[in-house]
Structures are given as C-alpha cells and as structure tokens.
C-alpha cells in the first residue's frame, strides 16, 4: 500500500514562514503530479500548488509569490515552502500524488492525513 505523510506544520505568526514536507512510502513504482491543497475550517478543500514529475509548477492566485512548491524525486518527497504567512493561510494542508504502482499499471490519486497551518495575527 501507499501512504503519503505530512510533516512541518505549526502555528507561527503573520509574517512567518512555514516549511511542509510530504514523504510517499510504500510499493511505489513511480510517482508523477503531486500537489497540495488546503482546507479551512467550514470551507471546501481547494488547490494551493502543483508540480510535474518535471518540476512545472503552477500556483493558486492566493500564493503565487508567497509559496514554492518543489520535490525530491530520489526520496518521493514534495515540500511547500510557506513565506509572509497570512491569517487567511489558516487551513489543514494537505498532500496529494498520481502514483503509479507498476509499470504496467494505471496511476491513482493518494491523499495524505493533513498537516495543521495556524497564522496568528
């Protein structure tokens, strides 16, 4: 089986910065997009950053500049630099992968347990 983790989460003040990590484990064959999203509490999970197995990335207009999204393909490990935090940033993050299991077999989407991001004003 697969299992995603996250790691790094925390409260920190406005203006602070926050690394998050994921670590992919399991009978991985390869893993190809992954991302992370966010959850505020009574609101619906959105999309904060993507990246391809290339490095391409894409962002949420709310983080675009603020975040980096970036992996390690060696150690099946995307991570989410979090700079100038904001109140609004407040969500559980969560991990997301398209993994693959063999070669010959077709890729799914695996989630993480969520990591808790608290920014004090």
Not at 18 to 28: D, E, N, Q, V, Y
Not at 59 to 85: E, H, W
Request: charged share 15%.
């Amino acid at each position: 089986q697969v299992q995603l983790v996250e790691s790094g989460g925390g409260l920190v003040q406005a203006g602070g910065s926050l690394t998050l990590s994921c670590a992919a484990s399991g009978s991985i064959f390869g893993i190809y997009d992954m991302a992370w999203y966010h959850q505020a509490p009574g609101k619906q999970r959105e999309l904060v950053a993507t990246i391809t197995r290339g490095s391409i990335t894409n962002y949420a207009d709310s983080v675009k500049g603020r975040f980096t999204i970036s992996r390690d393909n060696a150690k099946n490990t995307v991570y989410l630099q979090m700079n100038s935090l904001k109140p609004e940033d407040t969500a559980v993050y969560y991990c997301n992968a398209r993994i693959a299991l063999s070669a010959l077999a077709t890729t799914t989407w695996y989630w993480g347990q969520g990591t808790q991001v608290t920014v004090s004003s």
